[in-house]
């Protein structure tokens, strides 16, 4: 396994609130309708970004099998340790939103990590935001500081699908803190389009604590998925003290859902 020598940074911590900034989605000359990736038109974006963006039907599309319409490709550098990335698919009025599948690629086009819709979870509209739904996620990149590549498509089969969101009048009464009425909740319809919202941010905590604490961390990981993985695999191996070890790691570097994972693991044996 190589290991992911964690750069120190300093001075990059980034405090306060990211002005959004609005890019267009829009094929800007190349090939709208594409079936290979290598056609892809990525757009690149700088750490840290807010960025807000709608795939409409002027936005490149890719049908390979996997996508199934309209797409969204950035790249991000591989320079500058691990990263948080927060995609948000916002549920417009009328009820329909874009059911998304984002996947990471390294430098070299290997995908090192990967979301379909049902790792997204659902939040209810609040303040300026419409109902959503999010995910959130921590990257470690890879040692050489190549680019990263970041997609974000719908498939044939979310497509077909809708998801509940919270009935505006149960929202109220709950913001109120009185009793909502017992109405049913309605379904939103996966859409082809939609809006967006992708927040990336250079972890420096994460990323000092890597270099300080641990040099097993894999480069090119999603943090939380190989520390809830070595876990469980701790603890199948009647490896306690690993586990237990990896679990203290995990909480250091506010890894969510490690405790709850552990007592799972534990409890399964």
Not at 34 to 61: C, G, H, R, Y
Not at 141 to 148: A, I, N
Request: glycine share 6%.
């Amino acid at each position: 396994m190589k290991k992911w020598l964690a750069p120190v940074i300093l001075g990059m911590l980034v405090t306060g609130c990211t002005t959004p900034q609005q890019v267009a989605m829009n094929t800007q000359g190349s090939q709208q309708v594409i079936t290979q990736s290598s056609e892809i038109n990525w757009l690149p974006l700088d750490v840290p970004t807010v960025t807000e963006f709608a795939l409409t039907d002027k936005s490149q599309m890719l049908l390979n099998g996997d996508s199934a319409g309209a797409i969204a490709a950035f790249t991000l550098p591989g320079n500058r340790g691990s990263l948080d990335i927060k995609l948000e698919s916002f549920v417009s009025k009328d009820l329909q939103f874009f059911a998304p599948t984002m996947v990471i690629y390294n430098s070299v086009g290997e995908v090192i990590y990967q979301a379909d819709f049902a790792k997204f979870q659902y939040e209810p509209a609040k303040l300026l935001d419409n109902d959503k739904f999010v995910l959130d996620m921590n990257v470690i990149p890879e040692t050489s500081g190549g680019d990263m590549q970041v997609l974000i498509y719908t498939t044939a089969d979310d497509l077909k699908g809708s998801s509940q969101v919270l009935h505006p009048a149960k929202a109220f009464s709950m913001a109120r803190h009185t009793q909502p009425p017992d109405i049913a909740d309605p379904m939103a319809k996966h859409a082809p389009l939609g809006q967006f919202r992708l927040s990336v941010s250079a972890n420096d905590i994460v990323t000092s604590k890597l270099g300080a604490t641990n040099d097993n961390i894999p480069q090119g990981t999603d943090l939380t998925s190989y520390y809830h993985n070595a876990i469980k695999k701790a603890v199948e191996a009647d490896d306690i003290p690993k586990a237990l070890g990896l679990l203290d790691e995990a909480k250091a570097l506010d890894i969510q859902g490690a405790q709850e994972v552990f007592v799972k693991a534990v409890n399964s044996k």
